[in-house]
Every structure is written in structure tokens, then in C-alpha cells.
């Protein structure tokens, strides 16, 4: 994972999660985005020409996940973003390519 942000469940909310995270594989490698609801985050693999800027994936993981922060304090709740377990979201773009390409990914 090279970046990543996760707003908790809490007050209702599903949370929300944004993070990218890079696939290597011998002499290829692959960026996928995570993004969306945190019971169900949709995986989108980015371009390869995609310049891989840790800096501006922070700025965009924190865009991506302002929302659910604001909807979660308008409904009276505190909350932050976190760090979501790159194991976790390892996991989900595993489950993605296994489920759009039968590939399995150690």
C-alpha cells in the first residue's frame, strides 16, 4: 500500500476508504485504486503511465474520504482518518483480481 485513508464506521455510516496500492509481479508491476464505502470498496486499476507520486495520492486519499468525515460530525459523531491495515486492503484488490481476472495473487 503507498497511501491510504480509512474514516471508521460510526453514527449509521459505513465509513470510507481511499488507499493505492502497487502490484509487483517479476518485471511487472500494476496501480490499483481503492475507493469508496468501507463494506464494499470498489477497485479500479490506474493506467500504466500513471506516475506513481506517494505525495499527491495523500492529498487525493484525504479529498476522497473528506465526505464521509463531514457527513459522520453533521450527525453528531467524531471521527478521523486512519491508516487503514495494508493487509486489509491488500486483501481487497486480491479479491478483485480473482474475481475479474481468476488470478491468484500472493
Do not use: C
Amino acid at each position: 500500500m503507498l497511501a491510504g485513508g480509512i474514516v471508521e464506521p460510526g453514527v449509521g455510516q459505513p465509513g470510507a476508504v481511499s488507499a493505492y496500492v502497487a502490484y509487483s509481479a517479476g518485471r511487472t508491476s500494476r496501480l490499483f485504486k481503492v475507493q469508496g464505502p468501507a463494506d464494499s470498496p470498489e477497485v479500479v486499476e490506474l493506467d500504466a503511465a500513471t506516475t506513481v507520486d506517494v505525495s499527491r495520492f495523500r492529498g487525493e486519499v484525504a479529498d476522497d474520504v473528506k465526505p464521509a468525515l463531514a457527513e459522520m460530525e453533521r450527525a453528531g459523531g467524531r471521527g478521523a482518518v486512519a491508516v487503514p491495515s495494508s493487509t486489509w486492503v491488500t486483501n481487497v484488490v486480491r479479491r478483485h483480481l480473482r474475481a475479474v481476472e481468476a488470478m491468484e495473487v500472493d
